[in-house]
């Protein structure tokens, strides 16, 4: 079969399939969706549909990135929109197979935003709803809509039409789309994409190899996790495209250990691929051979960095080397090798498919396109995003987000993991650029962002981070290994009162020996995290240090735990539970926290609160 | 043991960039590397026992003593630390009445931290197993722990 049957056959195959009779009820089941029970609500449906005779059909899909709410199931009847529920619980899944599938009432009340033509009164348009509505889905646009085990589904709504063209031309013609196309690698420095090719391309070696880094080892970013969990094909297709256009043979996906689910379903994708002939020898009858292996991360942060990647897949403990020569010259096996993002290597699917004049209608001059992060920490919305380059911070934190949790108050938002920074309020305008971020002094990173609010302690975020690059640094170069062994040290000295008035001058000139004497990215920029810290939130540093105080009541050993008077009405849950027996106190009667006792593990102020609020953290000096 | 890892090894070549994915395969089969283990991949693929453990030791992933039969990992991302995870950790070690990286005395549960598990939206969370426990509170450290309790007399009795 060719690809124009292959398409027509697929389109009709998913037409008949959302078009038909048959209602279609989508469970999104990525792993944030599972871990909130979608595998339950998928089980409860089918059960109840099995009773009534299969009268809907249940197909598990991806994420469309509204975490918060999950599960969410997506309802498709003939003749009306297709209707989102958020947090479906077995029982309204019950409900909604009783109440919609079988009567013909949606449900608005339960209904979270609907999606097509048709409008039902009382629910919004899903895009239109404050969280969507400042989105633009371009590399998402899939996610949660098709299933991502069917690569028909995939090429039905375009998917391999971007490999078709790219086939059809030469490698160079290939570059100079991506090069119109402005695009920059999404994995965080924001190189050229087409320069990276063309480099490979130019060095005289005959073998060469293409590398997609799914590693995502940055905590707080699970953008790559959800894209191949649920829109495998489109980082796929990139990649053959980006392999074709290199000249290579062989390719790997370097994918972490700790995401099972977007191993499977890739692995699933590839021998779809195999089968469909868009993997193999004669690709699409065009004489072109490519191979694509997976190879599982071991959980080390820094086989992100391309050198130590290479060494990782090549069987070795994963340390970096100095560059140059650079991959692109002197890779894998010793050979040109190119190493791209998965976001980026979805890009590429999204240029060939629809065009770079499509690409460049978002973004800034110098940051072309959309880009995915995830959204989490203290916000209300937390999950996947997609924003034109050039969206504010403020735009995504208050208009997406929704805001801070609990009505608390914005303190900082974390961008660019372990390399990134802490931006303060002041910087709530900064554009989400390559430039403007790394102007303000963070990264972009891959696209983890993280919001803090008052409870944060920054002194122990930049600590955290320290504890995180010294477990992580591969211990090959002494700025690395012992600087930030040092950082951590005196950082933890200061969260537990037993910082020096002389310490801030030392952790500054740590960071700039780090910085300068660090073999690979890990290493130069672990001192940002600390730096920004320093800069934006000084003051804490100096309560610490000099008053032994942590404004965000955090720091354990600067805190108490005590009842208030007031408040307290002797229910005896905290004394119940307190773990070491620390509360004291009669039925009815006000309590009493031995401080000599408490472990400050905090279980009597989760009891507490809400109900009470009769536990407080102060201050113990 | 033997024929195990011998069943494993024979899908692979001895070819050396084979030797992460023959540890993984031997520890998803086996729970951890044994010595046994080590040795037998050292005479597989040519390489000195040193060097695979030189190897091993430097991922995280690896093991060299057995897990619980519930081996719990406690996510220690960003999101999961700015939302509390060091006291889920603690309120789990104290539940189980181990430390991290150790394993309870009737080999039901180990506990360990891992960097993320890219459920941030949802955190702080924690991995049993293969399952993901979202939205973590103390509270809820208690009851994942006796519903597992419950689960696993369940089982036995079956």
Not at chain 1, 216 to 238: C, K, Q, T, W, Y
Request: charged share 25%; with cysteine; net charge negative.
């Amino acid at each position: 079969m060719n690809f124009n049957q292959l398409v027509t056959e697929s389109v009709e195959e998913y037409n008949a399939l959302f078009e038909g009779d048959t209602p279609i009820i989508l469970v999104g089941s990525a792993t944030c969706g599972k871990s909130a029970g979608a595998q339950e609500i998928s089980i409860t449906f089918k059960a109840e549909l099995e009773k009534q005779g299969e009268i809907a059909k249940v197909i598990d899909v991806g994420c469309i990135g509204l975490c918060y709410l999950e599960p969410v199931v997506t309802v498709i009847k003939k003749g009306m929109p297709a209707i989102f529920y958020d947090e479906v619980t077995p029982k309204l899944a019950k409900k909604i197979v009783k109440t919609y599938i079988m009567g013909n009432d949606p449900m608005p009340e339960h209904a979270l935003g609907s999606f097509g033509e048709k409008q039902i009164e009382g629910i919004p348009e899903l895009f239109n709803i404050p969280v969507m509505k400042p989105q633009v889905r371009r590399i998402l646009r899939n996610c949660g809509f098709i299933d991502p085990e069917n690569i028909k589904h995939y090429i039905a709504v375009g998917g391999y039409t971007g490999l078709n063209r790219a086939l059809q031309i030469e490698p160079g013609e290939v570059i100079e789309k991506i090069k119109l196309s402005g695009l920059r690698g999404r994995g965080g420095a924001g190189f050229p994409t087409w320069m990276k090719w063309q480099f490979c391309i130019d060095s005289d070696e005959d073998e060469k190899y293409l590398i997609c880094n799914a590693d995502e080892g940055d905590p707080g970013a699970f953008m790559n996790r959800s894209l191949l969990e649920s829109d495998p094909h489109s980082v796929l297709e990139g990649i053959v495209i980006a392999a074709y256009t290199i000249g290579a043979k062989e390719g790997y996906i370097y994918c972490r250990a700790e995401y099972p689910l977007a191993l499977d379903r890739l692995k699933h994708a590839i021998s779809e691929m195999r089968e469909q002939g868009f993997l193999g020898e004669d690709i699409l009858g065009t004489g072109f051979n490519f191979n694509i292996k997976i190879k599982e991360g071991a959980g080390a942060f820094v086989c992100g960095e391309e050198t130590a990647l290479i060494a990782s897949i090549e069987g070795k403990r994963g340390m970096p080397r100095t560059r140059p020569p650079f991959p692109t010259t002197y890779g894998l096996w010793g050979k040109p090798t190119v190493i791209n993002n998965v976001e980026t290597m979805a890009s590429v699917s999204l240029i060939m498919q629809g065009g770079h004049n499509q690409f460049i209608k978002y973004g800034t001059e110098e940051s072309k396109g959309t880009k995915t992060f995830s959204l989490v920490g203290n916000v209300r919305n937390t999950g996947l995003i997609e924003v034109p380059l050039g969206t504010t911070l403020r735009q995504v934190i208050d208009e997406i987000g929704g805001g801070i949790i609990n009505n608390g108050k914005f303190k900082a938002v974390q961008i660019g993991g372990p390399s990134g920074g802490c931006l303060p309020e002041s910087f709530l305008d900064t554009k989400i650029d390559y430039d403007s971020l790394t102007m303000a002094g963070a990264i972009m990173g891959s696209g983890g962002l993280v919001v803090m609010d008052q409870t944060s302690c920054m002194v122990d975020v930049a600590r955290y981070f320290l504890e995180f690059i010294q477990n992580e640094s591969c211990g090959k170069c002494v700025p690395c290994r012992l600087g930030t062994k040092q950082m951590l040290d005196i950082l933890t000295d200061i969260t537990q009162g037993k910082g020096k008035s002389e310490d801030m001058d030392l952790l500054l000139e740590l960071a700039e020996g780090i910085k300068d004497g660090s073999l690979c990215g890990l290493g130069q920029t672990s001192p940002n995290p600390v730096l920004t810290t320093i800069k934006f939130f000084k003051e804490e540093y100096d309560t610490h240090i000099n008053e032994k105080k942590c404004p965000a009541l955090l720091c354990k050993e600067l805190i108490d735990y005590q009842v208030i008077v007031e408040k307290c009405e002797g229910c005896m849950l905290c004394l119940k539970s307190c773990p070491v027996g620390a509360v004291s106190g009669i039925k009815k009667e006000l309590h009493s926290i031995d401080k000599e006792k408490c472990i400050k593990c905090g279980t009597c102020i989760e009891l507490c609160s809400g109900k009470y609020n009769a536990i407080e953290r102060v201050s113990k000096y | 043991m033997s024929k195990i890892l011998n069943k494993i090894l024979s899908k692979y070549s001895g070819d050396k960039s084979d030797l992460i994915p023959i540890l993984q395969d031997i520890q998803s089969n086996l729970g951890y590397l044994s010595e046994e283990a080590i040795i037998a991949v050292s005479k597989f693929a040519g390489i000195p026992e040193s060097e695979i453990y030189g190897v091993a030791t430097f991922y995280t992933q690896f093991r060299f003593t057995p897990v619980g039969k519930k081996h719990v990992m406690v996510c220690k991302g960003t999101a999961c630390h700015v939302k509390g995870a060091p006291q889920i950790i603690e309120g789990i070690e104290r539940h189980l009445d181990i430390k991290e990286g150790e394993v309870t005395f009737d080999m039901e549960y180990s506990l360990e931290s891992v960097g993320c598990l890219g459920c941030c939206a949802l955190a702080p969370c924690a991995m049993v197993n293969e399952d993901v426990e979202s939205n973590l509170t103390l509270k809820d450290v208690k009851k994942i722990f006796s519903r597992m309790k419950r689960e696993s007399k369940n089982n036995d009795c079956n």
